[in-house]
């Protein structure tokens, strides 16, 4: 096995683990105006975080090179992403991931 097929596996195993811990998902979505939201959203889990969690992520962010400019929300959602997933089990789908047709930056 190359190390690149190790890696992959690695990875494969890491994914099936996180999500194992998902408790709230939702495979939905809720029309914003002519925009797909997570129907995540709409759970209490989320919303008792959600505020906590995008100032953990904003911390987390302090200094990046992107910081309040072009491309910023990607790096940030995706530290939401994670930080929901990791620490409190919900699945969530980022603005970009839930309309891959928009661009955010």
Not at 44 to 58: G, H, N, T
Not at 91 to 96: E, G
Not at 97 to 103: G, Y
Request: contains cysteine.
């Amino acid at each position: 096995m190359s190390d690149e097929e190790r890696r992959l596996a690695r990875q494969r195993a890491k994914s099936e683990r996180d999500l194992t811990r998902i408790k709230v998902k939702s495979d939905e979505f809720i029309l914003d105006g002519d925009k797909r939201v997570d129907a995540v959203e709409q759970t209490p889990e989320f919303k008792a975080v959600i505020e906590s969690v995008r100032e953990q992520a904003d911390e987390e962010l302090i200094d990046h090179p992107w910081r309040d400019g072009l491309g910023y929300c990607h790096p940030y959602w995706e530290a939401i992403e994670r930080i929901l997933r990791e620490e409190h089990g919900i699945r969530w789908r980022s603005p970009s991931k839930m309309n891959p047709d928009v661009c955010y930056d």
